[in-house]
Structure formats: C-alpha cells, structure tokens
C-alpha cells in the first residue's frame, strides 16, 4: 500500500481557510489508485483561530467531504479528512475515514479537546477509535490526543495496523513532535501516518510524516509544503527478542507482558 500524507502552509494571507480546502482539494486530486491519503485537522477550517471564524466555516465540511468521497470512489482509494462540523445538532471534530467504493466505513470523534475547542462548543468524543477496514485495522488519534497515554494504551490492546493522525500543533515543538510520533508508533507497534501544517521558517508544528512500527521515520515533510509517501506492508509488525537471549515475539507483546497499572492505582 502507498500511504501519502499532506502538509498544507499555514500562513495563506487573507482567507486563510479557503485557501488551505482549495490547497486540500487539489491534492486529493492527486491521490493515487488504491492508496491511503491522509489530510490535516481542520480540512475546512485551517489558519482561523477566532471562535467566529470558525463557526463561519464549518459549512465547508460538506463541501470537503462531498469531493473526498468523489475521489475515493474515483480512485478507489482510502481518505481519511478531519473536519470541523455540526453534526446531529452538535459541533464536533471528526476524522471521516472513506473506503475504496466512496462510502464513509468511520468517524472518529476527538477525545481530548484543548480549551479553544472546549470554549468552542465542541462536543467530546466518546471513545471509539479503531475500525477494521479490508483486512486493515485502523486507529485514530486527532492532534491533542497524541499527548495521552490512556488513548495511546488502548490502542495498543487493541493491536492497530496503521494509526491516522491529522494534526495541527502549531504550538509544539518539531523535536517533541518527532518524538511523539515515533513513540506511538513504536509502542503500538504500528505505522503512523501523520499529517498536519507546515509552520513556515520556525521551529514548530510541521514534519507531517510516515513512520513504520519499529520507530523508524520513513518520511518526515519538515517545514516542507506539498505531499509526500511512502510504500508500506500494513500487516508488517516489529519483532524483538523477549529480553536479551530470549525468543522472537512481537515488541508491543513484549511491552504488554510486563505492565502492572494496578500498582499506580490511587
């Protein structure tokens, strides 16, 4: 499979958020056959941060959606596209994963809302973050969730192929990001595709990336604009010995044997 993620600029002038679904859009249109696409946080809502702002562009989400669903089918490809939206009467920050035939196969729903999302209105999610797709199992996490261990254990029992990340962090960090990244896939022995915003010339947000579940950065976009991809075998699985002289078992096995949460109970 050929995983591609992309990296929107941040700074677009005036009528940020346009610009950046118009820039969004176009790199659907170069979604290759078969493949897994994966777009920001905020597809239709980036570069805004006031809550009037935002409000005013969440219509755009239909808009998004609509043409991601066009290409999927067209392409017979995965896309995953975060949205800021009302659905069922509720603001929410969903990431729509769309199968091959153009059909919504899950929306995952944000867990852990920073407080400009809190003062929003958005609603929280309510825990579900894995689906099976084709043989595939994905997981989710959306920008601020990377920060949390919780979320990141469960996915980690639940034993994901790929983990979609569509990201922002314009505030972090590029070598807490890299590192993060790196962590989860590593920890649910996992690829992670990542996608978020190039921050310019300073030295946070960006470095929308690929990485395979041993840690290993297939591709990491920097500052850079534009797309970028990697090959992958999303069953492939980091091995490690069981302890030093010990057998062949998989790294995220290794990590579960030893856990003992209810020491830290209390």
């Known amino acids: 499979?050929?995983?591609?993620?992309?990296?929107?600029?941040?700074?677009?002038?005036?009528?940020?958020?346009?610009?950046?679904?118009?820039?969004?859009?176009?790199?659907?249109?170069?979604?290759?056959?078969?493949?897994?696409?994966?777009?920001?946080?905020?597809?239709?809502?980036?570069?805004?941060?006031?809550?009037?702002?935002?409000?005013?562009?969440?219509?755009?989400?239909?808009?998004?959606?609509?043409?991601?669903?066009?290409?999927?089918?067209?392409?017979?490809?995965?896309?995953?596209?975060?949205?800021?939206?009302?659905?069922?009467?509720?603001?929410?920050?969903?990431?729509?994963?769309?199968?091959?035939?153009?059909?919504?196969?899950?929306?995952?729903?944000?867990?852990?809302?920073?407080?400009?999302?809190?003062?929003?209105?958005?609603e929280y999610g309510k825990g579900a973050c894995v689906c099976d797709l084709d043989g595939i199992r994905f997981g989710f996490l959306t920008c601020y969730d990377v920060y949390f261990n919780e979320q990141i254990e469960y996915l980690a029992s639940q034993k994901p192929d790929i983990i979609l990340i569509p990201g922002y962090q314009r505030g972090e960090t590029t070598d807490i990001i890299r590192a993060q990244t790196k962590m989860i896939a590593f920890r649910c022995n996992a690829f992670v595709a990542k996608s978020s915003y190039s921050m310019d010339s300073d030295e946070k947000g960006g470095c929308?990336?690929?990485?395979?579940?041993?840690?290993?950065?297939?591709?990491?976009?920097?500052?850079?604009?534009?797309?970028v991809s990697a090959n992958i075998e999303p069953k492939e699985k980091y091995m490690r010995t069981a302890g030093f002289g010990g057998g062949m078992v998989r790294n995220d096995d290794f990590i579960n044997y030893g856990l003992r949460p209810d020491i830290f109970k209390n």
Do not use: C, W
């Not at 929308?208 to 534009?226: E, F, R």
């Open 208 to 227: 929308s990336m690929i990485i395979a579940p041993n840690g290993k950065i297939l591709k990491d976009m920097g500052k850079t604009v534009g797309s």
């Open 1 to 122: 499979m050929k995983i591609t993620v992309v990296q929107p600029p941040y700074f677009m002038g005036e009528n940020p958020d346009e610009k950046i679904a118009e820039f969004l859009i176009n790199e659907l249109q170069k979604v290759e056959k078969d493949s897994l696409i994966v777009l920001p946080e905020y597809s239709n809502a980036g570069g805004i941060s006031d809550i009037e702002s935002e409000k005013a562009a969440m219509p755009r989400a239909k808009k998004m959606l609509k043409r991601a669903a066009a290409m999927a089918k067209e392409t017979t490809a995965y896309i995953a596209i975060n949205v800021l939206e009302e659905r069922e009467g509720k603001i929410r920050n969903s990431t729509y994963l769309f199968d091959k035939s153009g059909n919504i196969a899950f929306i995952y729903d944000k867990i852990h809302l920073p407080p400009s999302e809190v003062t929003l209105g958005v």
